[in-house]
Nanobody, 127 residues
Framework: VQLQESGGGSVQSGGSLKLSCAAS?????MAWFRQVPGKGVEWVSTIYSDGKSADSADSVKGRFTISQDNAKNTLYLQTNSLKPEDTAMYFC????????????????????????WGQGTQVTVSS
């Protein structure tokens, strides 16, 4: 499956953006990661196969919301109350097989553990 992110941009601190990730086919579970230049890749949020249960990193809880539209094979990340430290390239990742769903649930899974990932969309937050 191919993934294509969109919706990034430049906003001021306190602003909002809604990121989208269009998948070319059905997925089992999906997640968002982000990468700051010169730093590692950080997990942001995961939505599981039921399409409703989800987990998020403490750094974004209460500000970011992950959701998906199964009919459109699209994953979303609503980002509110953005901070300069949220500036990063945001990537969506996915697993498509039930046997691989454990990757989504692994607490220390990295972006590269997933079978599919997109090219990323840049979010820049100015103070």
């Amino acid at each position: 499956v191919q993934l294509q992110e969109s919706g990034g941009g430049s906003v001021q601190s306190g602003g909002s953006l809604k990121l989208s990730c269009a998948a070319s086919g059905d997925t089992r579970c999906m997640a968002w990661f982000r990468q700051v230049p010169g730093k590692g890749v950080e997990w942001v949020s995961t939505i599981y196969s039921d399409g409703k249960s989800a987990d998020s990193a403490d750094s974004v809880k209460g500000r970011f919301t992950i959701s998906q539209d199964n009919a459109k094979n699209t994953l979303y990340l609503q980002t509110n109350s953005l901070k300069p430290e949220d500036t990063a390239m945001y990537f969506c990742v996915a697993e498509v097989f039930a046997g691989r769903e454990s990757v989504c649930r692994a607490t220390r899974a990295t972006m590269w553990d997933f079978a599919h990932w997109g090219q990323g969309t840049q979010v820049t937050v100015s103070s």
